[in-house]
């Protein structure tokens, strides 16, 4: 029996135990598509969403591993079927504002809500 924030974190989707665990707390690891608190046991078989660095991540479990094991060991343990990333074009096009700048300006908002398809 493997807990769930173990597991994500020994096949490498987070850095640390403690933010596999924050990360299940939070609601951003699901086990066949429910919601789990990080002492959720996992089993062969089982369905894991995560998301992590703004991406749905979904793994079906293949392996059970408690203890944090290599890269090319930790793909033994899962079958990847996330959805492929989107096109570099689509993120370059993306408005972005600098870290910093500040609230956008009342002009800057209306924008944003214009391209969000918001009309305001």
């Known amino acids: 029996m ?3 924030d ?10 640390t135990r403690s933010a596999a665990a924050e990360a299940c707390r939070a609601g951003h ?6 919601t789990v608190k990080p002492a959720q046991p996992v ?3 089982d369905t894991v969403r995560a998301w992590v660095n703004h991406r749905d991540h979904v793994y079906e479990v293949t392996g059970l591993v408690a203890k944090r094991v290599g890269a090319a060991q930790a793909r033994q343990n899962y079958i990847d079927h996330s959805p492929p990333p989107p096109p570099k074009e689509v993120l370059a096009s993306l408005p972005h504002r600098d870290r910093g ?11 944003l809500d214009r391209l969000r398809g918001r009309e305001g």
């Open 29 to 34: 690891v699901k086990l066949n598509d429910q």
């Open 43 to 45: 089993a062969v078989g």
């Open 2 to 4: 493997t807990r769930i």
């Open 101 to 111: 700048a500040g609230r956008p300006t009342k002009r800057e908002r209306r924008q």
């Open 6 to 15: 173990a597991w994500v974190w020994s096949v490498r989707l987070y850095k």
